[in-house]
């Protein structure tokens, strides 16, 4: 059974970093295929793709935003990273961790989803 | 970027069928696959997949959702429609990064 569970630091002051971990359980990320990847949403919006990793440390990031972003994993903690650097109010929302497979050369849908920490960003 | 475009919402009566669009600003589509995924979220909740590769049933979804389309134009199907459907509903391609998502489309009963 996949699972996927974000913890972050809830609030969080405008230009400061914020560090969000996804950790997981009932797959491997060395797998083949596998990816893990970040979303966001803020409050009462859409859905906005951040950034994902492979199970061969293939990064790939949202061009909107790749300056600010750094994801990274610990495949022997079952755990995956996003940092954002400078954030401010617009950074505000629900921050999701989702699985993904890889076929051939695309990436599917994302299969399963964790149920999302909110940060907000707040003087 | 990829844009999808999906109207803002869509009234229903329960019993009856729903069918929702999504328009891609280019084709989603390869030789093999059709790279439009379908979710749906419902207040206080995360996102749930529905429909992959544009008409594949996710693992426990109801058979009244279905899928169909290719290339730029694809459709979500609810019928009949149920109280428990009453949610937002979101397109995703994945043909070309970066992953884009529709504005997503309220269904709300009439």
């Known amino acids: 059974q996949v699972t996927l569970k974000e913890s972050g630091p809830g609030i969080l002051q405008p230009s400061q970093t914020l560090s969000l971990t996804c950790s997981f359980s009932?797959?491997?990320?060395?797998?083949?295929?596998?990816?893990l990847g970040w979303i966001r949403q803020p409050s009462g919006k859409g859905l906005e793709w951040l950034a994902t990793?492979?199970?061969?440390?293939?990064?790939h990031y949202n061009p909107s935003l790749k300056s600010r972003l750094t994801i990274s994993k610990d495949t022997s903690n079952n755990q995956v990273f996003l940092k954002i650097t400078s954030v401010d109010t617009a950074d505000t929302g629900t921050y999701y961790c989702?699985?993904?497979?890889?076929?051939?050369?695309?990436?599917?849908?994302?299969?399963?989803w964790g149920q999302g920490t909110l940060v907000t960003v707040s003087s | 970027d990829i844009v999808l475009t999906q109207s803002p919402a869509l009234a229903v009566s329960l019993g009856q069928r729903a069918t929702i669009s999504c328009r891609a600003s280019?084709?989603?589509?390869?030789?093999?696959?059709?790279?439009m995924h379908w979710y749906q979220q419902k207040p206080g909740e995360q996102p749930k997949l529905l429909i992959y590769?544009?008409?594949n049933l996710a693992s426990g979804v109801p058979v009244r959702f279905s899928g169909s389309g290719s290339g730029t134009d694809f459709t979500l199907t609810i019928n009949p429609v149920q109280a428990d459907d009453i949610a937002t509903y979101y397109c995703?391609?994945?043909?070309?990064?970066?992953?884009?998502f529709g504005a997503g489309t309220k269904l709300e009963l009439k």
């Open positions: 989702t699985h993904s497979d890889y076929y051939d050369t695309y990436y599917g849908p994302f299969a399963y």
């Open positions: 009932g797959f491997l990320l060395s797998a083949s295929s596998v990816n």
């Open positions: 280019q084709s989603v589509s390869t030789s093999s696959y059709n790279l």
């Open positions: 995703q391609q994945s043909r070309e990064l970066p992953n884009t």
């Open positions: 590769d544009a008409s």
């Open positions: 990793i492979g199970w061969e440390d293939v990064k």
